[in-house]
Nanobody, 124 residues
Framework: QVELVESGGGLVQAGGSLRLSCTDS????????MGWFRQVPGKEREFVACISWTGGTIYYADSVKGRFTISRDDAKNTVHLQMNSLKPDDTAVYYC?????????????????WGQGTQVTVSS
C-alpha cells in the first residue's frame, strides 16, 4: 500500500528557510521518480521539483532554481525539499507526489500518489 507522509511546513519570514520531508511508509516507490508540487487557492497545482530513483536526474521549476534543493534518502524512504531564500510567492500547500514521468519541457507529469499536503507560509 502506498502512503506518502509529509512534514516540515510552517510559517517563516521572507529570506528564511524550511525543509520539507516526504516518507514513503510502504516502501513501494523506491525505484520511482518522486517530487513536489504546490498549489495556492484558485490556481492549478504546479510542479516544483523532482528526483529520479538514482538521484541522477533532477528537475526544478524555473521559479525555484538556485533556491530549492531536492534530495532523497533511500535508507529512510524519504525525499527532502530544502527551501532557502523563501519569498512570499512561495506560499502554498506543498504536495509530495510519485511516480512522476516525463521531462522538464514543459514539466514532469504527476503520478497517482499524493501526500496529504503541508502548508508553507512566507510572510513579507
Amino acid at each position: 500500500q502506498v502512503e506518502l507522509v509529509e512534514s516540515g511546513g510552517g510559517l517563516v519570514q521572507a529570506g528564511g528557510s524550511l525543509r520539507l520531508s516526504c516518507t514513503d511508509s510502504g516502501d513501494t516507490l523506491r525505484y520511482y521518480t518522486m517530487g513536489w508540487f504546490r498549489q495556492v487557492p484558485g490556481k492549478e497545482r504546479e510542479f516544483v521539483a523532482c528526483i529520479s530513483w538514482t538521484g541522477g536526474t533532477i528537475y526544478y521549476a524555473d521559479s525555484v532554481k538556485g533556491r530549492f534543493t531536492i534530495s532523497r534518502d533511500d535508507a529512510k524512504n524519504t525525499v527532502h525539499l530544502q527551501m532557502n531564500s523563501l519569498k512570499p510567492d512561495d506560499t502554498a500547500v506543498y504536495y509530495c507526489n510519485a511516480p512522476l514521468s516525463g521531462s522538464a519541457d514543459p514539466s514532469p507529469r504527476p503520478g497517482n500518489y499524493w501526500g496529504q499536503g503541508t502548508q508553507v507560509t512566507v510572510s513579507s
